[in-house]
């Protein structure tokens, strides 16, 4: 099978004359002959701009994610790899996907030719350091591989991951003095005053483990590596500080060894002569319980040298894993929407070795024995698209990843469900309970395999912590005053709709009197409706309005979460209707939501960072996500059409620069995957979709249960986005609410598309 | 059961009287009505000057040392207490007993009142921190039990210990604040930057666990504790960095929880309003492998509330292990003996949890299924006499602790048994590989219980690796020269001997081979013996001395490990006839003894923290400690005799200032045992003891056979030091060598002693 890097398939005319052929024949869901649904991803698609993907090769939901690190030092570049860095410093093991913050990195490879040097150097000068130029030219990413050649050392760089271990293939030219350094200081943080304590050891001339402890994003993340070498060093050197370690010299500590050492700055340099084109192979494996366990994990999962049965058992993995939508479309199509799906599952990542044992929240090591834990859980973000796409078509893993939150709660010394996970570690960001609409969602729309009684324990107790985030002040007063608590606003509203999660579960397990305290607290937004303004407002402690209010600006810690009051004044997912009525019926809330996408760029201030605007929606975060959908709740469900339509066709694709926002760990591809299949889940945990206008024209959806659902686009084209006609399961279907039981044990979405909208279509009130 | 700590017995008259009747009276090895061998202990004899023993509580060989810190930055005070300290900081949970380097006092717990303090503050001016006055007149000590009332808030303070748990009683004075402060950046080394990371969580209004990594002695040290409250807390606080760690305080890190946080200066306040005379315990325990394992650990070891449960049963352990030899005499000489048999039953510690879980060399989790795990070999000195007397009446003990090493072996990265290990750390102190004669010594006497062959080949890799301060060379050679390795003239003396054992172990098992080889290595003594000098003298790679050459002076990182060339030029216990013949003869070599007893005190220079001397003979420090002995080897017994019964008389006893150096883990204390009973292991490893001078009318041994061996010495008096005549198991002896066959199984060994020297005793050869 010939490997066809993004690379190759975008710059190179021939090629991509070849496959735009190949892309019309395909008209149907069959895939054309020795052709493979992994064929489509690319992996560069976010690594420009603010997606903050990364390009190098991961199994779906892996442990670990081997790839290209070119910054560590900014925040805009989280996963380590800018597109238009000119300069690599080398190849970690972890990576996160998409997320606005950095963290991981951890453990970076880098193959030197000469003097090895200890530090990155700057990203213009790489020279200064064991930095290395490459060239797009001379790199190619696909599913389970990346490829690069580092132009300073000649040194061709190739990479693949399985779950738990990768393998890196080095190929040399001929050197008197070659290495394979490991920087053990080198992590996301870029601070080194983050990095705690590592370790390094040469367990055998051919095999060395180490470790570092990051006080990053979480408070204390322990991370163990073990890394294997086709052939023994012909000598190797632990340097710390900048120093060899070795007998008796009390550069750093008290040493009697040259084969581990302990510290700060430490880098591990596995030297070799090397003969021209000489390839040397190194498999690594991470643990964040212990050494023993990563070179148990890289044992288990890379017994051998073969680098390419591991990168084709991982693209085996990723076609079964893409084959859950099998879609038809043309080739630009397939690679928008094959490579959403794989940023979708990329995250959470499973966080587990092969004994079952994994370090928890409260550090100890536990033992998952009846599920697989899962950690890295983006809530706030993945609450909203990603987990429902889980139920549908990922229940089984979806249920590991609600026994995985279980446990964190477990585990957890305030009895708190995750807010924003990593490894171990709660780091707090972002607001909200959003653990609870994904239980709850997925407890609704059938994923099993947990204990539905522990998790409404879970979900109560965290939703009533007085301890967290004004919900003391919440629960009191019927909304988070701005006087004592900063994000009171989003905060309220966010709560509001959890809690309205939270009763629908209490309903389904019979807690009549929960549900109704729920349900109270699910109608606290309207506490922060201002209807003098016509917006949601910040309220303090007295009940007063936040005075002075400025409903477009978003203040870092104000009354909003990176957001203004015109975006979350639409954050009341759980009762549209009601928000509708505040603003004094259909037509004005279509008029307000006509306005939201109508201001100009002057008109709102704050996060530059958020691209993807049209007025003040902003594409590229969050709290716009559900709000075109909103029109379809309001008679108007065509101008919902246009503007997803506009939305999955001008903010994605398959470039580098193609995700206008961070993306989240999927939740930004979620919403590609949902929107372009025709429906949303705009208020998860409770049983409806809303539809939009399909993008595709045939999917096949192979649900968790095992039904199939066929979603059809007739007419589709750029111009067609509106809706005509829709027929479920064979009936004609007016309403723009689609119930989830509808679709829950398969069936078929059929729509007619026009480039003119009905407007008699999808107005029907369910 | 009245408690009578040191001082009610030595400073109270009344008593002391008392107690003075009482030792006339226990004129046989029975004790008196409701006396026990445990009432005997004193544990602040070393805690004054050199000694750098604890006078907390502990279990034989147990986890945890409870025990009040005076000082966590000076060497002279290794232990954390010195007897002529003003004031204390607190109580922390571990502590080393009598080495030279301090290192542990992990987690230390003050009482307070008033708003609590954070620093510990000045010695001298306690106010200045959390410390506070005390006084010894309100301060006992005794087996399993240390009391001391703080002068400055008035709390009563009781501690007591098992094997991994322990127990303070705090009795509070009424107050509206009284808090019990845990400090985890409290440890031994001082220097707070030796404190890599720590952790705190409040897992309940009860419970507490914490964590803290120290890059310490060792080069990483984890240790974690658990602790419940008799009495939840009122309230309680985290503070970090002097500022309470609460929600969204961005003080320290992003946390919005005030029931955990980590950092590197976290002290933990439980806080009360008590009431006088309130008594709150505290039970605490310690783990290296996970807080949840330090909870496992208290939960097995003190389930309940019972202070003085514990205390009896610990007591009843000591009374257990201190029968093991049973003595006649006055109350000084039992306080003092029973007293040195506790310092020796101190250490290696037990290093295990309760689910048979340690922390490895390798910082792996790992599983002690078939042994108990030990830590904590001070080997450079125990292998002496502490271990030779381990063989003798604790080999079961012994075997485990053999095991323990062969494990540190198997997870040592550069294949090395343990130097001077400490909790899953080499820390590379001293030299030798003295992990050899332990388990030579050991097999050779008897102990069994591990696999000798797996045994064999670590001792031999041990002493061949290359790698380790000069073997390379010193194998090359036959010297280990000083222009490639500094203190190499010990290092040649003391593999010498070290090789010497090997090859025993070697004959034993049938490796003719190897038995030839390392008596080859044996004779490497004789080249560094300057026969213009008469003296060991170091020598470089090319086989000249060093010039110029001060035989009396100590140089660090010189030619001699914390010696002279006079003092180490005896080190050759493998073959003390080899030495006299190289001196020219038994009388050349008496001569050259008594004049390493005559210099003046200008005549030597270096180590002026070691006491106990006279002339050159520093009995503070271990290259002295068989050096008397040699006396018997070259028909000069009588002088042995009379300095071992001085040194004895003048340089143990039952004070705070008893002992005049370290007793490093016990053999400052084992020698004291070995000679008051009448012999000494010159040469661990080889097949006898040599006879001194008894110190005790009447002694039971009860060997780790089962078998008994009794000592009695007639007419024994401070002026009968002399052996007038020896009856081994019942027949006349009249060589100062025992093999140790004679006493394998039990027996008798009856002195007569005397006022004068019969010298013709113990001047046959044997």
Redesign the interface.
């Known amino acids: 099978m010939t490997l066809r890097s993004w690379h190759a398939t975008f710059w190179n005319m021939t090629v991509l004359c070849l496959l735009a052929a190949a892309s019309l024949a395909a008209s149907s869901a069959e895939l054309a002959a020795g052709e493979r649904l992994s064929d489509f991803i690319r992996p560069l698609v976010g690594t420009h701009g603010e997606g903050n993907t990364y390009p190098g090769p991961a199994a779906p939901f892996g442990m670990v994610q081997l790839s290209p690190d070119t910054e560590r030092d900014l925040w805009e570049t989280a996963s380590g790899y800018e597109y238009s860095d000119p300069s690599v410093m080398g190849f970690s093991l972890t990576h996160l996907s998409g997320t606005g913050i950095p963290d991981l990195g951890d453990f970076l490879f880098m193959p030197q030719i000469g003097e090895p040097k200890l530090v990155a150097g700057e990203k213009d000068d790489p020279d200064t350091g064991y930095r290395s130029r490459f060239s797009h030219d001379e790199e190619s990413a696909s599913a389970a591989y990346y490829q690069v050649k580092l132009l300073d050392s000649g040194v061709n760089v190739e990479l693949t991951a399985g779950e738990r271990a990768g393998m890196m293939r080095f190929t040399f030219p001929a050197s008197e003095q070659a290495s394979i350094m490991t920087d053990l200081a080198h992590h996301l943080r870029g601070n080194r005053f983050q990095l ?2 590592s ?1 390094v ?3 055998d001339p051919a095999t060395v483990t180490g ?1 570092h ?1 990051i ?1 990053g994003w979480g ?2 993340r322990y991370l163990y590596f073990a890394a294997r070498y086709s052939r023994p060093f012909d000598s190797h050197r632990i340097m710390s500080d900048g120093n060899e370690v070795r ?2 010299s009390y550069q750093n ?10 510290g700060t700055n430490l880098q591990f340099l596995a030297e070799y002569q090397t003969k021209a084109d000489e390839t040397i192979t190194v498999k690594v494996a991470v643990s964040a319980v ?3 366990n990563a070179l148990k994990n890289l044992d288990a999962e890379a017994p051998g040298w073969d680098f390419d049965a591991m990168r084709e058992a991982t693209r085996a993995k990723w076609d079964e894993e893409l084959s859950r939508i099998e879609i038809d479309g043309a080739q630009l199509e397939k690679e928008t929407f094959y490579t959403a799906m794989y940023h979708c599952f990329q995250a959470p990542n499973l966080y587990q070795d092969v004994t079952g044992e994994y370090r928890g929240l ?4 536990h033992q998952a024995d009846d599920f697989q834990n899962y950690a890295v859980f983006s809530l706030w973000d993945t609450y909203r698209a990603t987990h429902p796409l889980f139920a549908l078509i990922q229940a089984e893993r979806d249920a590991d990843m609600i026994q995985s939150m279980l446990a964190h709660f477990d585990q957890s ?2 009895a708190l469900l995750p807010m924003w996970s990593l490894q171990g570690n ?3 960001c972002m607001i909200g309970y959003h653990a609870v609409p994904v239980i709850v969602d997925g407890y609704l729309k059938g994923v099993r395999g947990f204990d539905v009684e522990r998790a409404y324990d879970a979900v109560r107790k965290t939703a009533m912590n007085p ?3 004004g919900v003391a002040a919440y629960d009191k007063l019927g909304w988070v005053p701005f006087d004592e608590e ?1 994000e009171s606003v989003s905060k309220t509203l966010e709560y509001a709709y959890d809690d309205y999660c939270i009763a629908q579960l209490a309903k389904a397990l019979g807690k009549e009197d929960d549900y109704a305290y729920f349900m109270q607290r699910a109608d606290n937004y309207k506490n922060l409706f201002d209807p003098s303004v016509g917006l949601m407002r910040g309220k303090d402690s007295q009940g007063n309005w936040r005075t002075p209010f400025n409903a477009h600006e978003y203040v870092f810690k104000g009354d909003f979460t990176e957001g203004t009051s015109w975006q979350y004044t639409w954050y009341v997912p759980q009762d549209v209707p009601g928000l509708i009525e505040l603003m004094g019926g259909e037509e004005n809330f279509c008029e307000k939501l006509d306005a939201l996408f109508s201001f100009g760029e002057n008109d709102s201030e704050g996060m530059d960072d958020v691209q993807g605007r049209i007025g003040e929606y902003w594409h590229g975060n969050e709290p716009s996500h559900h709000i075109i959908y909103l029109y379809c709740y309001a008679g108007q469900p065509w101008k919902a059409q246009e503007k997803l339509r506009r939305i999955l066709r001008t903010q994605y694709g398959n470039q580098p620069h193609s995700l206008t926002g961070n993306d989240d760990c999927g939740q930004m591809s979620a919403w590609y995957l949902f929107t372009a299949l025709g429906f949303y889940p705009v208020c998860p945990g409770d049983d409806y979709y809303v539809i939009g206008s399909p993008a595709v024209e045939r999917a096949t959806l192979r649900l968790s249960n095992g039904s199939e659902l066929t979603v059809t686009a007739e007419n589709l084209s750029e111009e067609n986005v509106y809706v005509q006609s829709l027929r479920v399961n064979g009936r004609p279907y007016s309403s723009a609410m689609l119930p989830h039981e509808q679709i829950a044990n398969g069936g078929t979405l059929e729509f007619v598309l026009g480039p003119e909208p009905n407007k008699s279509w999808g107005v029907e009130r369910q």
């Open positions: 705690i304590w370790h050891r040469v367990e470790f402890l006080n408070k204390e007998y008796d500590y008290r040493f009697r060894s040259r084969n581990e050492a302990a212990s050494a023993a409260d550090s100890n090591i010394v305030d709660e780091t707090w301890d967290y985030d900063n």
